[in-house]
């Protein structure tokens, strides 16, 4: 997360806390002092494939005057035979989102279990698609892979699809700056594709921790 103090309207809409378990060190009331710190009047949680830390997210938020925003990071299921999983990452506009959203992470559960990892299929996406913002994540999502692999056809199919799902209000490309070569490449082709489609850009962190000091852990 930013350690700059002028934030402007800047609102973190990507971040995993230690509910995805050994993938972040950040404790959610600490992340919530952070944003509060900085300025920002609100903050995402997109957890990897659960809504554990929702509760905790709210109360915090709540002490502290922070709007909380609900959401989760997904993984679908690549339709080719690769065996590649694809991220997404889902937020919630409304109640009607948060029922679909614990659906389709339910559903994942229940019906789509494959080696041990939950997936989320298009059809789950399609018939739970409303009240959610969905973005196209990291450099795991399918856009963005499609873009790594020198398809930009494919991209833009990708993008069409998720944008028809769940509206053209209702799909951003995601662009992060952690300085990864090819995450730079990746965010040139996702704005060059922004501009042939009109979707619209929003720019996250996918932050993992709260300080530089912890990067390496």
């Not at 709540?62 to 299921?77: Q, R, T, V």
């Not at 944008?163 to 995450?183: H, I, K, P, S, V």
């Not at 082709?189 to 932050?207: E, K, Y």
């Given at each position: ?7 402007m309207?800047f ?29 920002m ?13 929702a ?32 991220h ?10 948060m ?6 992470i ?11 990892i939950p997936?989320?299929?298009?059809e789950?996406l ?6 959610l913002?969905?973005?196209?994540a ?15 056809a ?23 700056a ?8 990746c ?7 922004a ?22 852990a």
């Amino acid at each position: 997360m930013s350690r700059t103090e002028s934030v402007m309207s800047f609102v973190h809409l990507h971040v995993h806390s230690h509910m995805s378990f050994l993938d972040s060190t950040i404790r959610i009331p600490d992340l919530v002092a952070r944003v509060k710190a900085l300025g920002m009047n609100s903050v995402a949680l997109t957890d990897h494939n659960n809504l554990f830390g929702a509760v905790q997210l709210l109360k915090a938020c709540k002490a502290n005057d922070i709007k909380p925003i609900f959401g989760a990071e997904i993984l679908i299921p690549d339709e080719r035979p690769t065996g590649r999983n694809f991220h997404l990452i889902l937020l919630c506009r409304n109640t009607e989102g948060m029922t679909n959203l614990r659906a389709i992470i339910t559903k994942a559960y229940v019906e789509g279990m494959k080696g041990g990892i939950p997936l989320s299929s298009h059809e789950m996406l399609t018939s739970h698609s409303n009240g959610l913002i969905a973005l196209s994540a990291c450099l795991g999502g399918e856009v963005s892979q499609a873009l790594l692999r020198g398809d930009p056809a494919g991209a833009e199919t990708a993008a069409g699809w998720y944008a028809r799902t769940f509206g053209t209000d209702g799909f951003f490309l995601e662009l992060q700056a952690n300085e990864l070569a090819e995450q730079m490449s990746c965010n040139n082709a996702l704005i060059d594709l922004a501009h042939r489609t009109g979707l619209p850009l929003v720019a996250t962190n996918n932050a993992h921790y709260l300080e530089r000091e912890d990067a390496i852990a």
